[in-house]
């Protein structure tokens, strides 16, 4: 895997810290972006609605809390609510209660403090795409056949955000679909206005090198 010379990140990652169905140590997951050249990763573990416990909240932002000279940890965590339907909020941590409210009130608020919530992996367990701020466009997990109809989506709606991610539960997923950045966001919401600005370019792992994608 090459490394891209621009700020390089890490979207959409599920560690064994805080992700049941994770295999992916957090140690394994700084020295793969090491290897690579990612710069930065947000953590997006998975978390239910309305049904958290303290423990799983502990866990949810407890890698953004480490110092790691290498890579940056940025706040994020992929909701699933209780219709199945999964989002990603990236930039910003919810506050533990807000997970009592409704998930509607809730997205108001994320975007009050500087979040964005993108709909991940469209198509993947439903048939109708409701976004918020925007959706997953490419999910490395997520088969052609999704990819493919989320860009269709998108060319219908050309104002939409959207965002690629690996989906990484394991090391060797780690730096498949990326983002570039022009420079290092100052915190978790600049990440998350530079990506509702569409100020980021995409690179999808093909083979031993990287090929930058304009998705649509």
Partial sequence: ???????????????????????????????????????????????????????????????CKMQKNTVDFFPGAEVKLQNGYEYLVIGVEIPIEWFSMRWDEAVSKIHQIGGIVIKSHPYR???????????????????????ELTKEYVRKHPNMIYTCGSDAHSADVVGMAITALPHKPSSGVELARMIRNKEISYYILEGLEYKKDDLI
Wanted: hydrophobic share 35%.
């Fill in 1 to 63: 895997k090459g490394a891209i010379h621009m700020y390089y990140i890490e979207l959409h990652i599920h560690s064994s810290r805080g992700s049941l169905d994770s295999l992916l140590d957090i140690e394994d997951l700084v020295n793969e972006c090491k290897r690579i050249g990612i710069n930065g990763v947000c953590i997006t573990e998975h978390i239910e609605w309305r049904m958290l416990s303290l423990e799983e909240y502990s866990n949810l932002y407890s890698c």
């Fill in 125 to 147: 367990d439903e048939n109708v795409v409701i976004p918020y701020d925007g959706v997953e466009l490419y999910n490395f997990c997520s088969n052609d056949s999704m990819n």
